[in-house]
T-cell receptor
């Protein structure tokens, strides 16, 4: 099956930029997502990128996609202590037979620790 | 509009006991999912339902059963709980289009002793 990999931990100082990296194996990937999970909570979609895009910017968030290397990154500018959380990269595995099936393949998550 | 709700929030079971985790969504989504989250392993798909009346196995279905009761509700049943099923369980739902975004519930933290 397809696989998504992330580093487990990243520590940054408040005000610095954070870059969280992800690699995936799916050659036919269509959508890739970044989810955020705060302690004790469910997952919240931060942003996504369609596979025909190289970059997507949304306020402090910048997503870069390198399809050739199957590499996705999430940059958070001016990182705040409220950004401390686990960040998950996910790949959409879409199948269409009879009815569409959409499954997410998640990475292990990267714990972002922001030091004041 | 509550989104995706899950009950209970916490549960402790003894080995061999059974229980059902409940999930409901009020967004009229066709697809619903059950995941488990374990440290260092991300989220793994247990079962999913692409539409009312259909269910399919995901990556880790052993030891679980599901029921898509209607379009709103998707339950997960542990018939004979084992310590290996200690985990946090998340339900999610999604719609066709709109980047197929999945919306997650707050989770159920299950401990099997």
């Amino acid at each position: 099956g397809e696989d998504v990999e992330q580093s487990l931990f990243l520590s940054v100082r408040e005000g610095d930029s954070s870059v969280i990296n992800c690699t995936y194996t799916d050659s036919s990937s269509t959508y890739l997502y970044w989810y955020k999970q705060e302690p004790g909570a469910g997952l919240q979609l931060l942003t996504y990128i369609f596979s025909n895009m190289d970059m997507k910017q949304d306020q402090r968030l910048t997503v870069l996609l390198n399809k050739k290397d199957k590499h996705l990154s999430l940059r958070i500018a001016d990182t705040q202590t409220g950004d401390s959380a686990i960040y998950f990269c996910a790949d959409l595995e879409r199948e269409e037979y009879g009815g569409a099936t959409n499954k997410l393949i998640f990475g292990t998550g990267t714990l972002l620790a922001v030091q004041p | 509009n509550a989104g995706v709700t899950q009950t209970p929030k916490f549960q402790v079971l003894k080995t061999g006991q059974s229980m059902t985790l409940q999930c409901a969504q009020d967004m009229n989504h066709n697809s619903m999912y059950w995941y488990r989250q374990d440290p260092g392993m991300g989220l793994r798909l247990i079962y999913y339902s692409a539409s009312e009346g259909t269910t399919d196995k995901g990556e880790v279905p052993n030891g679980y059963n599901v029921s898509r009761l209607n379009k709103r509700e998707f339950s997960l049943r542990l018939e004979s709980a084992a310590p290996s099923q200690t985990s946090v369980y998340f339900c999610a739902s999604s719609e066709e289009g709109n980047a197929y975004e999945q919306y997650f519930g707050p989770g159920t933290r299950l401990t099997v002793t």
